[in-house]
């Protein structure tokens, strides 16, 4: 397979069949890899395998997986605006990370690995433990301590090795670096082949409506992977003649935790010393390709949203009454919503990207407990 990566920084490029994971200047990668997708080859797999000829493996027939993806997107309504919730909660291990994690740890198998190393909230050492256990890879996940219970209990449950490191996000990447020192580091945000796993949920929603977009796209966006997936599957439909205009790409973060909106306005993002929101998966600080994440919100025509807890807590609710049991950082992107009914028009088409199961938070529920009793 004709791909390399290359550093956006500094333009050094690398083999692809290497275990490199950022280059020697310190910048993150990108793949240098522009599939075509050609409809009329799709395979009948209903998994986002599916869409296996724009996915950089040179072998999709024996990858790891549990037949992930081709989720449905359900009709909702939120504070007067309808809109199809994309149910990626609904993955193996519970979220969205699924989409990414597959593909990653298909190559790590592909490269001959045997240990890696990935920090995360919580949903992405979820997803990555679960294929590590499948693909027969030892799993080095660090996590924040005080995060999620459910989460780190499902870590424990692959028969990874959990690293509970004090302080917040940074400091548990920090951590997670130094112990990739000894391994790989597999780190979704990162490994670009992550993001051309989680792409792979618009080439879906695309299928879903017809081959054609939606006109909005809400996503709570911490370290931008699935942000950034879906817009490299835009680019590429694009570029491919299948779609000729992309949705608004919206960008949801918790007023306690907003870097995209205070980069985009000029501000420093204070650094709180632990998690300052219920939605931990987006209460990332420094995302490592925040320049990228604001890029393709402003290439899209989209905007950066913030949302108080309150808010997240009544969508949490509100969706749970349509039977949809979402966690806080899900529900964020649904709060997010209530600013926007009497812009976004009746005829326009809205999607909501429903990230993680609500169950992966039940440490919270004394607060969404309460917050229903009100």
């Known amino acids: 397979m004709d791909c390399q990566f290359i550093c956006p920084s500094c333009g050094a490029r690398y083999a692809a069949d290497i275990p490199v994971w950022r280059c020697e200047c310190g910048s993150y990668l990108d793949l240098e890899y522009m599939p075509v997708l050609d ?39 939120y504070c007067g605006v309808r809109f199809l919730g994309k149910m990626d909660f609904l993955m193996p291990s519970g979220s969205f990370k699924d989409r990414g994690a597959t593909l990653m740890i298909s190559k790590c ?44 209990v499902q870590v424990k449950a692959y028969g990874a090795t959990l690293h509970l490191i004090e302080g917040n996000r940074i400091d548990c990447a920090n951590a997670a670096i130094e112990g990739a020192t000894r391994s790989y580091y597999a780190a979704h945000a990162w490994n670009p082949y992550f993001l051309h796993g989680t792409k792979t949920v618009i080439y879906e929603i695309a299928e879903q409506l017809g081959w054609e977009v939606p ?28 779609i ?15 870097p995209l909106k205070d980069y985009a306005e000029g501000r420093e993002t204070p650094v709180s010393a632990h998690n300052p929101s219920i939605a931990e998966g987006i209460a990332i600080h420094r995302p490592v390709r925040l320049k990228q994440i604001v890029h393709a919100v402003r290439e899209t025509g ?32 649904v709060a997010s919503l209530e600013q926007y009914n009497g812009i976004i028009n009746k005829n326009e088409k809205v999607v909501v990207s ?10 919270h529920f004394h607060l969404y407990n309460g917050h229903l009793s009100t």
Request: hydrophobic residues 40%; glycine residues 10%.
């Open 109 to 152: 198998r592909e490269l001959g690995l045997k240990e890696i190393v990935e920090d995360s909230s919580g949903n992405s050492a979820c997803a990555v433990a679960a294929y590590c256990a499948r693909a027969g890879i030892r799993a080095n996940i660090y996590m924040p301590a005080g995060n999620s219970a459910g989460k780190t």
């Open 39 to 77: 409809r009329a080859r799709l395979n009948d797999q209903k998994t986002l395998w599916r869409y296996a000829q724009v996915l950089p493996l040179e072998n999709t027939r024996e990858v790891v997986s549990y037949g992930e993806g081709y989720t449905p997107l359900l009709p909702m309504e």
């Open 302 to 333: 989209g905007d950066f949203v913030t949302v108080d807890d309150a808010q997240i807590l009544n969508a949490m609710k509100e969706a749970a009454l349509q039977g949809v049991f979402i966690e806080p950082t899900s529900a964020a992107a």
């Open 215 to 242: 006109d909005y796209f809400f996503m709570p966006v911490g370290s931008g992977s699935q942000i950034l997936g879906v817009f490299l599957g835009l680019t590429e439909m694009k570029r491919a003649g299948i």
């Open 354 to 363: 429903l990230t993680g199961n609500g169950l992966k938070a039940w440490n």
């Open 244 to 258: 000729d205009r992309m949705p608004r790409l919206m960008a949801v973060q918790s007023n306690k935790c907003a």
